[in-house]
């Protein structure tokens, strides 16, 4: 369980990204974050793993302690996962070298200059079969559709052997029928192996078909918090109200 705490982040530029959010986040949950652009999403997220550091308040890690310790961030950072919008792959390596990099956490900087054990390489490739992949192993991901390449970012994440999954907005750049896929196979992962994750999204529609429960967010805070099936419109209007680009459910 990760619990947020009074957290606050003000940018350098006094650009005030989130205010006061308490928050606790589950394992074997899978939240979705929704919220017009601005409204804090990926900061969010970013503070769960403290790629960015909230400037108020304190993030804690159940069996770990809280995040300012830096031992105690490595550790948490180990078994996070991240899933980017852009992949954050490299173009002309393999799916397979791809996906080791996840495993690199578990070893030291020096260590990760030599090609990894065959015990990595085997838990990379597992997560590359997980996604559906492993068929590409060796093709470098530049040859790899929009979709393909961000299974293989997921099966980055899944190398890690993570607790927690963050996506920061993982199907943008995804037709509908690759998004549905994708997120499908997100979700029955994380059920199977009783992962916690936290998924930004600009599609309501996707949020209500595989969220446990959406957060909505507005300048920064949050205005509704529950379970799919109590988001109306009248929330929906109200997390939205600031967007020109609200889509409708
Ligand atoms: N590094 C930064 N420095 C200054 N301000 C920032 C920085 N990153 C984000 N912001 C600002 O913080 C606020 C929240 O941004 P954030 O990126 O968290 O929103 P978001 O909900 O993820 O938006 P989007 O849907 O466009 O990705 C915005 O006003 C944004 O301009
Ligand atoms: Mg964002």
Not at 169 to 174: D, F, K
């Amino acid at each position: 369980m990760i619990f947020l705490e009074n957290i606050g982040v003000t940018y350098k530029d006094r650009t005030v990204a989130l205010q006061d959010v308490s928050l606790q986040f589950l394992s074997g949950e899978f939240t979705v974050l929704l919220g017009s652009s601005g409204a804090g999403k990926s900061t969010l997220l970013r503070c769960l793993n403290f790629l960015t550091i909230p400037t108020k308040g304190q993030v804690r890690v159940e069996g770990l302690g809280t995040l300012n310790d830096p031992k105690i961030l490595r550790r948490h950072r180990q078994k996070t996962g991240m899933i980017f919008q852009q992949h954050q792959l490299i173009p002309r390596q393999t799916a397979l070298k791809n996906v080791l990099i996840g495993r690199l956490a578990y070893h030291s900087t020096l260590r990760s200059f030599l090609p990894l054990p065959k015990k990595d390489q085997i838990i990379a490739l597992e997560a590359l079969d997980r996604v559906g992949l492993l068929n590409k192993a060796l093709t470098p991901v530049k040859q790899l559709s929009g979709g393909q390449q961000q299974r293989v970012g997921i099966a980055r994440a899944l190398a890690q052997q993570p607790r927690f999954l963050l996506a920061d907005e993982p199907v943008a750049s995804l037709d509908p029928g690759s998004s549905h896929k994708i997120l499908a196979n997100l979700k029955k992962i994380c059920q199977e192996d009783g992962l916690g994750a936290v998924v930004s999204l600009h599609q309501v529609d996707l949020a209500l078909d595989y969220g446990d429960r959406i957060i909505g967010l507005a300048n920064g805070s949050i205005l509704f918090d529950s379970h799919p099936s109590n988001l109306q419109t009248e929330q929906l209007e109200r997390i939205y109200q600031h967007s020109p680009s609200m889509k409708t459910v």
